[in-house]
């Protein structure tokens, strides 16, 4: 069974620009998550998506945005790039929205604002 | 409101030994998950082990056990017999059964000393 994928892995952007960043979940796993890491923040939660509505939102600004197809895949948009959006993000996809089901994350698209 | 705190930053290990990752939380939930990751330098983040807070038993998963004390909210991770590859960031993580949001602690950095 193929992982999560989200393309591309690495980005470099120049502030003010605007960037879409996909990612495929493992097959059959209906919710997504997006969660940005960097060194001074770690880990903050995005947003999720199940069955193409948003489920729960972190406390980003506008600008962070996102959306879910019907085939699971998830898109992430960030408009505006700003320097401090430079960071690693982290898609993770889960079978259900049950407690005990763990986050299956991908690689990861790193993100450069110059 | 949740919080996981992971108080050591950095910890050095001798290849083959025991180490223990601590990791308290605070939640005033009554159920919910408990979940270990690891993100080696490559930046993938990996679903190590789960602890649900109904389990009455310590969850293990070969070389990785966690050492669950409800009352003192703690689950430390306690890997056995490391092994070079094992150097990489360890990050608890908190997930309410009602599905809210999974929040990450700041992680800690392990070094396996051959």
Redesign the interface.
């Given at each position: 069974k193929a992982g999560v994928t989200q393309t591309p892995r690495y980005l470099i952007k120049t502030r003010g620009q605007q960037v879409t960043l996909s990612c495929s979940p493992i097959s059959g796993h209906r919710s997504v998550s997006w969660y940005q890491q960097t060194p001074g923040q770690g880990l903050q939660f995005l947003f999720e998506y199940f069955s193409e509505t948003q489920r729960n939102k972190g406390n980003f600004p506008g600008r962070f945005s996102g959306r879910q197809f019907s085939n699971s895949r998830s898109e992430m948009n960030v408009s505006t790039l700003e320097l401090g959006d430079s960071a690693l993000y982290l898609c993770a996809s889960s079978p259900s929205r049950q407690g005990n089901s763990p986050l299956h994350f991908g690689n990861g698209t790193r993100l450069t604002v110059t | 409101a949740q919080k996981i705190t992971q108080t050591q930053p950095g910890m050095f290990v001798q290849e083959k030994e025991a180490v223990t990752l601590d990791c308290t939380y605070d939640t005033s939930d009554q159920?919910?998950?408990l979940?270990w990751?690891k993100q080696p330098s490559?930046?993938?983040?990996?679903?190590l082990i789960?602890q649900?807070s109904y389990d009455e038993q310590n969850a293990t998963e070969g070389r990785y056990s966690l050492n669950f004390q409800k009352a003192r909210k703690s689950a430390n991770l306690v890997i056995s017999a490391s092994q070079l590859g094992d150097s990489a960031m360890y990050?608890c993580a908190i997930?309410?059964?009602?599905?809210?949001?999974?929040?990450?602690?700041?992680?800690t950095s392990l070094s396996v000393i051959p």
């Open positions: - | 159920s919910y998950g979940f990751y490559s930046g993938e983040m990996i679903f789960y649900g990050f997930l309410r059964t009602s599905y809210d949001k999974v929040i990450f602690g700041p992680g």
